[in-house]
């Protein structure tokens, strides 16, 4: 059995791990425990893999996973035994270390670093940085001389050269790394854990805000497009499948019913012969919205097959069709954005975001695109910059098309407020809050057509 200390911060673990999202039952939490009872506290990387084995689903939850857990189960407690404020010394030492590749030793130069450099305020401050401290100590400058002394200990040339830069430069990510991991320990320390597991771990990038999202935060996204493409894809056959079968013939099914005395035994439905539907994107890709109508175009061309045809159309001010240039762009997803802004035809006379100008094109131009069939999705965040929103362009397309839906990245409670148009424009459409990739995949295995 587990101590009630230790227990008591088990639950906290997957407490935390919870309200990021992980679905973590009882049953997990409870071999997690025997995990613990098994392993003990005295070599804390294995309880640390013995955890994760017990309680992840999948490699991408590590990234969450091992700063809680170094939360909840820190290396040390208080400050190192002993160390020095001197940056030249510490410098010194770690550059030793790195050469050596050792990092226990590492780990302690980093608490002593964070220590020395990485508190602020008044004294007694419960302000610890992590930046501070590598903004003081800049350990990539070292890069230069632990290659040298790495080489002239070892020996090394040609190929080989440039893997010892790519060691050189995982060393130096490890060492910041548990720099970023001693700062959150301390401040643990002094304030409430639970609170920063939660606030202060960055979250799984299938759960970060699109509006918030950064460079390398829509490139883990884009990576997972095809393996969540495939996911929706098996999702949406099963849909079809089902929907297939069609309704009960209540006449057929009577009729059938007279063998039997009057007991319908046997159903009789009536046959659908389901049609592969059509797909329209209008996709708005200026300022921040553009990272979530890359992905969503993105994920949308790899469900290709699951439609009878597919057509793409940009807009900023002006609209234009773009379902070639996604279909060269998935073998380069990270300039899909780029080559649209660059051979699309979408602004006018000034670069601001305009709904009326752009979906009244669309209406004008590409009428033909929407029939009976049709489902069309609009991306974007309705910010008219105060121009005539023209709900009539809107309504028309909804009186031509089978369905159509909007995907608002931005929340709810922020609809209306400013130049949002988005309580007109869900008067007339179907309007859903769509603010990170999981709620995407959500709305998209529930609302595309079968």
Known sequence: MTAPGVADRLTSLVGALRAHGMRIGTGETVDAAQAVAELGLADRELLREGLAATLLHGPAQRQVFDPVFDLYFPRGVGAPDAGTADRDDLRERLAAALVAGDAVLMGQLAAEAVDGFGGYGS???????????????????????VRDDVRARNGSSGFADRLLDDEIRRRIETFRRQVAVEARRRVAERRDRDELARRAVATTPDRVDFLYAGKLQLAELRRTVQPLARKLATRLAARRRRASRGSIDLRRTLRGSLSTGGVPMKPVLRRRRPVRPELVLLCDVSGSVSGFSDFTMLLVQALHDQFSKIRVFAFVNRIDEVTGLLEHGTADPEGLGARIRAEATLTGWHGSSDYGVALGEFAERYGDAVGPRTTVFVLGDARTNMSDPNLAAVRHIGERARRVYWLNPEPRSQWGTGDSAAPEYAELVEMHECRNARQLSALIAHLLPV
């Open 123 to 145: 004294p007694g401050s419960d302000g610890w940085s992590s930046h501070q401290t590598l903004d003081r100590l800049r350990p990539q400058t070292l890069f230069a001389r």
